[in-house]
């Protein structure tokens, strides 16, 4: 079973910038279509960015133009760039994959952001 374990999360400022980083337990991030998600506290988990096989990418209207996501497959990593962050952007995030409006793996335990002064 693949496993993910996401870091980089932390408490920063509006308008701060952090790097969030997955690593899976195995070799699927150039073979499957990847993503990163989010859950605010009292709210439904929601996803945020992906990235399909072919690098092609796609974002949440509320974070285009802030966000980035990238991976490295030889590295089994997924990265999410966040800039000019907001306080609405504080939730755990989590990386998987989507397949059919589900997802293909277990959760991991997340990385919690925390955007405020």
């Known amino acids: 079973q693949v496993q993910f374990v996401e870091s980089g999360g932390g408490l920063v400022q509006p308008g701060g910038s952090l790097r969030l980083s997955c690593r899976a337990s195995?070799?699927?991030?150039?073979?499957?279509?990847m993503a990163w998600y989010r859950q605010a506290p009292g709210m439904t988990r929601e996803l945020v960015a992906s990235?399909?096989?072919?690098?092609?990418?796609n974002y949440a209207d509320s974070v285009k133009e802030r966000f980035t996501i990238s991976k490295d497959a030889a590295r089994k990593r997924v990265y999410l760039q966040m800039n000019s962050l907001k306080p609405e952007d504080t939730a755990i995030y989590y990386c998987?994959?989507?397949?059919?409006?589900?997802?293909?793996?277990?959760w991991g335990e997340g990385t919690q952001v925390t955007v405020s002064p």
């Open positions: 990235i399909s096989v072919d690098g092609a990418t």
């Open positions: 998987n994959s989507p397949r059919s409006g589900a997802y293909r793996y277990d």
């Open positions: 195995q070799s699927i991030v150039g073979l499957v279509t």
